[in-house]
């Protein structure tokens, strides 16, 4: 098999020399390309990026596992990456997490285009966010070289927001002519509009969230909220994710799921009212750069969503019938939004 050629247009380091940028299909339309991600191939990024290149690309050849384990799955990535020649192929697509794998293998991919999807800043999601290691640590240290390294050897790098963009090039050093937004998108085999739920008089307005429950969601405001209205009969919750004993309130119009398939969770979103999107946490910097994943699954099942006030939500959603926005951090604010969408539903 001969190597792909970029006849016609600019290799990415060319046109990142003569100042050209280039859109991101650019790089893929025709090309030969191989799919890296250390995530389970299933997951919506990853998912979104393979159909992705397959739409645009002659070939792709996906090095991935479904595997749970992350140590054996990230071992057998590794092994594939060092047996595969690279010099079949023009680009090299980076999925989640490229730090697990371009500071260590870029040797294997000198001949190639790299394109990375630096979806998560790792020195931004473990010490500022999750709070794993101090800032100042030598872990922290490790983390940002690493973060900086990778961001360093991509020819393109791609972001879920502009606002996160920002942050890539202020906060981490990255070039900002190599930085292009590809906003998420849900899995719309599985989340699509459902004819709209019939409401008999009287029955309360259903309110939905789901979520991993991770510190940046605000799940911890969304349940002082709760709390706030637990008096309210005619507005009922429902919680889907693994929520800990020490947010949960024996309040009797809230009802709780430990978790659901992708498949479940959409037939409950669809019976829902109203959908909390977030990031509703007001002291984690990272959610106020980032769009919720949850709010691209409730806009393809069209459902109406509340959403923290921030650029990042900013520049995709307009506020309007179907989308509110609500000061981060404060679980006030928040019930008394949840409290004038629920009156107009009910209208």
């Known amino acids: 098999m001969k190597r792909g050629n970029y006849s016609g247009q600019l290799t990415a380091k060319a046109a990142f020399r003569s100042g050209k940028k280039l859109e991101l299909e650019q790089y893929i339309k025709g090309k030969r390309t191989v799919f890296i991600t250390t995530k389970n191939t299933d997951y919506i990024r990853n998912d979104q990026e393979i ?26 990535i ?52 999750r709070k794993k290691f101090k800032e100042d640590s030598l872990a922290g240290k490790l983390l940002m070289a690493l973060d900086r390294r ?54 309360p307005v259903q ?6 429950i991770l510190p940046l969601q605000g799940v911890g405001v969304i349940m002082q909220a709760a709390a706030l209205l637990k008096d309210r009969k005619d507005i009922h919750f429902e919680i889907i994710g693994p929520l800990p004993e020490k947010y949960r309130t024996d309040a009797d119009n809230v009802t709780y799921h430990s978790w659901l398939t992708q498949n479940e969770l959409a037939e409950h979103i669809a019976a829902s009212d109203l959908c909390l999107a977030g990031h509703f946490a007001g002291d984690i910097e990272k959610a106020k750069r980032t769009i919720p994943g949850k709010a691209y699954i409730y806009e393809a099942m069209g459902k109406p969503m509340i959403l923290g006030e921030n650029a990042a939500n900013r520049e995709r959603y307009t506020e309007g019938k179907d989308i509110r926005f609500v000061k981060m951090g404060d679980p006030a604010a928040l019930a008394e939004a949840i409290v004038k969408a629920c009156d107009e539903i009910r209208i």
């Not at 397959?54 to 054996?72: D, T």
């Not at 990778?150 to 972001?159: A, N």
């Not at 309110?207 to 991993?212: A, I, P, R």
């Open 51 to 76: 159909k992705l290149l397959r739409a645009s690309a002659a070939e792709v050849k996906v090095i991935g596992s479904l595997n749970k384990s992350y140590f054996w799955r990230i071992l057998k």
């Open 78 to 129: 590794y092994a594939e990456i060092l047996v595969t020649n690279f010099r079949k192929y023009d680009t090299v697509f980076i999925g989640f997490a490229p730090q697990a794998v371009l500071p260590f293998l870029r040797f294997k991919f000198r001949k190639n285009v790299i394109i990375e999807d630096f979806f998560i800043s790792f020195f931004d999601t473990l010490c500022c966010d």
């Open 207 to 212: 309110v939905l969230y789901f979520g991993s």
């Open 150 to 203: 990778t961001l360093q050897l991509g020819d393109v790098v791609i972001c879920d927001t502009k606002a996160h963009g920002r942050y890539f090039t202020e906060g981490l050093g990255c070039d900002p002519e190599k930085l292009r937004v590809l906003y998420l998108n849900a899995d719309d085999s599985i989340y699509y509009p459902r004819p709209e739920r019939k409401r008999n008089p009287g029955d």
